[in-house]
């Protein structure tokens, strides 16, 4: 079991980033939660931050948790924004550790009568993230015409650096004719999330 460690930070020799996760009521009614999963697969305790990146706001100096993992220990924050920050709304988190054998995953749903609904999301290192001037691509995108069923496609980025940076999302059909596109600026350390990305045309 990790034990909670408030004074210290884990030092920033490993970075990984969970770029999209909530508590927070969502499209229809639902309501959304991240779990969080740390586990240290290593033969040393660790000291693992986690830090929360809030959405659509600069976070230069983002709340913070660190705890130390035992050697083969894993932990599960079950909706972590709330467990561990006592916050409300949506966002990213970031994870320092001090061994590079320590991995970090979450999972973000909506759960209701009929079981759960919602998706894996990985932490990614720096060296998959997008660097100044480089290009992403999101392949296998969807959108329905009807908003109470069928895909649609929301697209969460986050700045993993102290820097403001501008990012030009451009959404391109299936036959490579650009749909539509947008330019803004993220702050240090701010994610944001764009909910039905492509226009109802």
Do not use: C, K
């Amino acid at each position: 079991n990790p034990s909670a460690l408030p004074g210290g930070h884990a030092a920033l020799m490993h970075e990984t980033v969970i770029p999209g996760g909530a508590n927070v009521e969502g499209f229809g009614g639902a309501r959304w939660f991240t779990d969080l999963d740390v586990a240290n697969m290593g033969g040393m305790p660790s000291m693992v931050t986690i830090q929360l990146l809030a959405a659509d706001q600069a976070n230069p100096a983002p709340a913070s948790v660190s705890v130390s993992l035992q050697p083969g220990a894993s932990v599960r924050y079950r909706d972590a924004f709330a467990e561990l920050f006592d916050f409300e709304g949506s966002g990213a988190l970031r994870v320092l550790v001090d061994s590079p054998y320590v991995s970090s995953s979450s999972r973000t749903y909506a759960a209701d009568e009929s079981g759960s609904y919602g998706q894996g999301i990985p932490a990614h290192s720096m060296m998959r993230a997008i660097g100044y001037g480089g290009m992403g691509r999101l392949v296998g995108l969807s959108e329905s015409g009807n908003t109470s069923d069928g895909f649609r496609t929301n697209i969460g980025v986050v700045n993993a650096t102290g820097t403001p940076t501008t990012v030009h999302l451009v959404l391109y059909s299936s036959d490579n004719l650009i749909v539509d596109s947008v330019e803004f600026t993220l702050a240090a350390y701010e994610q944001r999330q764009l909910n039905r990305v492509f226009p109802e045309a």
